[in-house]
């Protein structure tokens, strides 16, 4: 029985692993909120952890709003760069693996081809600055620890864009929606289970190190909200619009696609086309 920690309980991430639990005997998942547990504070992880003989550490909590960081920069350092580290130091002292989630946020560059995990980072904004600056403490911290790189991410629980557009949908006849970002969405309940069959799978010494996991395929913000309204049988009149007719306080990266081959090859992961996921969250909003 693998003993394994998630943080972030209540999020997207983590309510999809605990959705997941249940397909996973051999696995002793334990969840915790702030209530529960503070990753920010170092004595009160030391404490936790040696009350729990736990095996694996999934860090599912972060600080995701974008914008908001823009003006909270203490709090999103916090959350998003001072926690993995101190999580990352914990679990090196008691062979803890670790797996850490980050951002294509971290990918701000001009390009022309899907982002490998050696590629130049260039955040912009407080959000993608302290994205990396996690995945930096983990790595130099803990030589059993692997930070996976999503993008895009929606689920049927929590905030997210694929819910708002099915708000929106109805409640307006015409959206505008930005054509000039170009990603892959990530159904956060495949990512779950990658990470779930990742664990199963390998050995954990071998649980170092970035990794890239989004859906397959390419599209645009505006090609997906038009998905999610063919799929959801929700008629509203998209309208595709430049990046800056819709100025945000923090900037998105034009292009982040991710490329998927290391952890295909590593792990033997089989991905999903977003389309293919989507219709299947789309179903259990509208069982």
């Known amino acids: 029985m693998a003993h394994i920690l998630v943080t972030g309980a ?14 996973y005997p051999d696995f002793d998942l334990f969840f915790t909120d702030r209530s529960l547990l503070d990753i920010t504070n170092e004595e009160d992880i030391a404490r936790f952890l040696d009350q729990h003989p736990f095996q694996y550490l999934i860090n599912a909590a972060a600080y995701t709003a974008v914008d908001k960081a823009e003006t909270e920069p203490e709090l999103a350092k916090k959350v998003n760069a ?63 620890g692997m930070v996976i790189r999503t993008s895009w991410v929606y689920s049927s629980f929590g905030h997210n864009f694929v819910k708002t557009m099915l ?41 170092q190190g970035i990794y890239h996991y989004s859906n ?43 490329n998927k081959g290391k952890i295909k090859e590593d792990f033997g992961i089989s991905i999903p086309h977003w389309r293919e996921s989507l219709a299947d969250c789309i179903s259990l909003l509208f069982p």
Not at 10 to 23: K, M, V
Not at 108 to 126: I, L, S
């Open 216 to 258: 397959e395929g390419v599209c645009s913000w505006y090609d997906f909200a038009l998905a999610i309204f063919e799929l959801a049988l929700i008629t509203c009149d998209v309208r595709p619009i430049e990046s800056k007719d819709y100025p945000t306080p923090a900037e998105r990266p034009p292009f982040s696609v991710l």
């Open 82 to 144: 001072l926690a993995p580290g101190l999580l990352a130091k914990a679990c090196k002292q008691r062979n803890i693996a670790l797996l850490h989630f980050s951002t294509d946020y971290v990918y701000h560059t001009e390009h022309n081809r899907p982002f490998k995990e050696d590629d130049f980072t260039a955040p912009k904004g407080v959000y993608a600055q302290t994205k990396l600056d996690g995945d930096l403490a983990v790595l130099s911290h803990t030589d059993n």
């Open 167 to 207: 708000r929106l949908g109805k409640e307006r006849d015409q959206l505008n929606i930005v054509f000039d970002q170009i990603g892959t969405p990530t159904y956060a309940r495949d990512l779950a289970k990658a990470t779930l069959d990742i664990i199963q799978e390998a050995k954990k010494e071998e649980l």
């Open 10 to 23: 209540n999020g997207q991430l983590g309510s999809e692993l605990d959705a997941l639990s249940t397909q």
